[in-house]
């Protein structure tokens, strides 16, 4: 066999994000399996990626210093030499996520980060920063590979696959593999390793067909159907003994979602478009998702951050245990970098993967990854309820990329209005007209 002496360099595109401690600690923990000689962040608020950096450079220094590691905001020093990005962006960060909720819920909408028109506006934001990240790497890492988790994924994908159809981006979601380490769980099985699968349908908006034991092949449909009719995804005990209130609530709803439609298992996002006024009746339009992340997940994170670079020394820190969302994206670099051809979901042209669809719609697809990107796995037809449910929200994602390519107001308007979330025209108008001037900074003009 040939040495494979590789070692790879990763920027994080968003270092100040949240998610980036667990990004460090997993990758430092998978050195055998994903060897690195490079990490660095990019961002464009230098002030909140140093809190960030500061605590990731005791870490490294501590536990792997054989990683060279910096961060910066200069796109030349950033994206030179490197073989992996990872997306992590958050165009307008959380002071623009609470006016995607609570915009909408003051007119009886679902006020949500990346459904209905808060995930409609927080995407038009997304695409030129997303384009922009992208023509970095191209211009100063041509062979790289972008793995991109920054949302709206629905929109970004479709803006991919317009605007820069070649580029070497792959855009993924850690929905999937969170419920499906809980199927695990249900089924006495780890986690999402464990399980084979057939997924389809939109981002935040799919459905289990098929979920099988991976070792023996045996059908988990049935136990799995059994369980989540009387519990939904909520596992308990131990397994959630970390889950915030809000994320118990929505494993816990999945149960309404599978009653709709039991011969699929749903993903959680769809109880957002089976059951918006529920949604909105258990909603506080003054404190939303957001605030309670501010409270919680920022502080801590951002907390911890400030006692590890105080203290001098990362030990004992909170990301030691390990997060799905890390453990994923590593899993995917391994499978690009060593071309195994392992199966993961992806957000790519449908292409015939549904066979009852059209092939130009971004859906998202059992792919197997390997040093050339992503080959669709065939996934038969969707259901009538799902063709369905899929054509309309899929309409209203090309109908953002086709309001931003435009500067179109009416195309905005048309995808707020076709909405399931959205029950009136006009109730789409005010939503949109109150969203314009504070998007200012971000959307093209909407003429
Ligand atoms: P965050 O607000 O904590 O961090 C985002 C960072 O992005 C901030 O530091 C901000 O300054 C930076 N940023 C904004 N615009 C930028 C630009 N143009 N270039 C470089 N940096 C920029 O966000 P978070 O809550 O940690 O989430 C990060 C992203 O990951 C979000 O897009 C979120 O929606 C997404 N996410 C996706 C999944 C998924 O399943 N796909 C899962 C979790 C989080
Ligand atoms: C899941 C989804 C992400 C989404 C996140 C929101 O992980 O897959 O796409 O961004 O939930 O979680 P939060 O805790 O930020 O509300
Ligand atoms: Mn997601």
New binding site residues.
Partial sequence: MVKDDRKFSVVI???????TPGFILRLINQQDKFPLRQIKF????AE??KKIGDACAIIIKERAPQIKFSYTTDPEEAFTDVDFVFG????G??EMRSHDEKIPLKYGVNGQ?TTGPGGMAYGLRSIP?II??IDYMEKYSPNAWMIN???T?AIVSEACRRFRPKSKVIN????PIDIMTRMARICGLKDYHDLDFIYYGLNHFGWWKEVRNYKTGEDLMPKLKKYVRENGYYVGGDFDKDTEASWVETFKKAKDCYALEPDTLPNTYMQYYYYPQYEVAHADPHHTRTDEILEYR?KIVFGECKRIVEAGTAKNNIWDKNAI?SEYIVDICHAIAYNTHEKFLANIPNNGAISNLPDDIIVEVPCLFGADGVQPIACGEAGRFQRGMIMEQVTCEQLVVDAYEQHSYEKMWQAFALNKTVPDALVAKKILDDMIPVNAPYWPELK
């Fill in positions: 595109a968003g270092g100040g994000s949240t998610f990019y961002d464009i608020d909140r990626q992590s962006i958050r165009v960060k959380y980060e920063a922009q990240i988790y920054s949302n994924i993924i979601c850690d929905m920022q969302h």
